[in-house]
């Protein structure tokens, strides 16, 4: 195992989720149920399977298209998901 890149998307993962929708809903879900393990589990399930395709829908991808332009595609599309988010779309 590579530890340097386990740990540096650890912190990155760590920091970019924290406060996120995903956060939000977790909250919102054990307020609303009042069980906080329950929730964990599924939400915590949901992350895992959310991760391996795109784990590995990355390295499919990776064959074929250079890590520049999926690094631009991916900005692009959180600039369209943001301005789809500040009028209101999602």
Known sequence: MDWKVFVGTF???LLAELGDKTQLAVISMT??????WTVFLGAALALVVVTL??????QLISQFVPAAVLNKVAAALFVVMGVAMWFGVF
Do not use: E, H, N, R
């Open 11 to 13: 912190g990155l993962l």
């Open 31 to 36: 307020c609303k149920t009042g069980k906080p």
């Open 53 to 58: 395709i795109g784990a590995f829908a990355g």
